[in-house]
T-cell receptor
Framework: DADVTQTPRNRITKTGKRIMLECSQT?????MYWYRQDPGLGLRLIYY???????NKGEISDGYSVSRQAQAKFSLSLESAIPNQTALYFC?????????????FGDGTRLSIL | KNQVEQSPQSLIILEGKNCTLQ??????????LRWYKQDTGRGPVSLTI?????NTKSNGRYTATLDADTKQSSLHITASQLSDSASYIC????????????FGSGTRLQVQP
C-alpha cells in the first residue's frame, strides 16, 4: 500500500462546483502539505500543516481551503472551482525530526475544471 | 525573489550514456538542496539532500554536487537506464524559521534504447 494516498486520482468537474481532494498517510509524519503543479512551472505550495491544530497558508492559497481532520488526514477544498485551478495536485508529508522538506509525496490528483 | 533555475529543460540521451543536469539558485539564506525524481503520473521521490557543508552526495548511479559559493548544484547520472526517464526537480530550502521551499521547474530526461 502507498504511504501517501490521494483520492481521487482524476477528477473532471464544472466551474462553480465545490470539490474536495483527500490525502491520507501511513508514515506517522506530523507535517502535511498541498502543492499544485502546472506545466513548465515548479510545484507551488497551497497550504501546509505542522500538526492537527496548525494550518498555514502557502504562496497560492486564494480559492482554496484545507482541513486537518487527524494527524494522518489532510484534505484540500475548492469552494467554487474555476478553470485556472486545473492542475495536478500533490499531497506530501514530512517528519519534523528529519528536517522540513517534504519527504514523501502522493501520486497526485489530476483535476480538470471545465 | 528566491528562484531556482534548472537546465536543460529537456534532454534525450542513449541508454548507457552519462548526463549532467544543472540547478542554479538565488535562495538566501541557504539551508539545504534536494533533488527529486518524478516519473510520469507519479509523485516526486527524493534522491539526495545536501546541506551547506556537503560538496558531493551519491545515491547509486546518481551523484549530486553542491557549490554553495556559486549557488550551483548538479545531478550526474552514470550509465543511464531506460528507467531513468523522468523529470528531475531541484528544490532549495531557506535557512529561516519558515524554511520556505523554492522548486525548480524540472529537467525532463528521456533515455532511449
Amino acid at each position: 500500500d502507498a504511504d501517501v494516498t490521494q483520492t481521487p486520482r482524476n477528477r473532471i468537474t464544472k466551474t462553480g462546483k465545490r470539490i474536495m481532494l483527500e490525502c491520507s498517510q501511513t508514515k506517522g509524519h506530523d507535517r502535511m502539505y498541498w502543492y499544485r503543479q502546472d506545466p513548465g512551472l515548479g510545484l507551488r505550495l497551497i497550504y501546509y500543516s505542522f500538526d492537527v491544530k496548525d494550518i498555514n497558508k502557502g504562496e497560492i492559497s486564494d480559492g482554496y481551503s484545507v482541513s486537518r481532520q487527524a494527524q494522518a488526514k489532510f484534505s484540500l477544498s475548492l469552494e467554487s472551482a474555476i478553470p485556472n485551478q486545473t492542475a495536478l495536485y500533490f499531497c506530501a508529508t514530512s517528519d519534523s525530526r528529519q528536517g522540513t522538506q517534504p519527504q514523501h509525496f502522493g501520486d497526485g490528483t489530476r483535476l480538470s475544471i471545465l | 525573489k528566491n528562484q531556482v533555475e534548472q537546465s536543460p529543460q529537456s534532454l534525450i540521451i542513449l541508454e548507457g550514456k552519462n548526463c549532467t543536469l544543472q540547478c542554479n539558485y538565488t535562495v538566501s539564506p541557504f539551508s539545504n538542496l534536494r533533488w527529486y525524481k518524478q516519473d510520469t503520473g507519479r509523485g516526486p521521490v527524493s534522491l539526495t539532500i545536501m546541506t551547506f557543508s556537503e560538496n558531493t552526495k551519491s545515491n547509486g548511479r546518481y551523484t549530486a554536487t553542491l557549490d554553495a559559493d556559486t549557488k550551483q548544484s548538479s545531478l550526474h547520472i552514470t550509465a543511464s537506464q531506460l528507467s531513468d526517464s523522468a523529470s528531475y526537480i531541484c528544490v532549495v530550502s531557506e535557512d529561516t524559521g519558515r524554511r520556505a521551499l523554492t522548486f525548480g521547474s524540472g529537467t525532463r530526461l528521456q533515455v532511449q534504447p
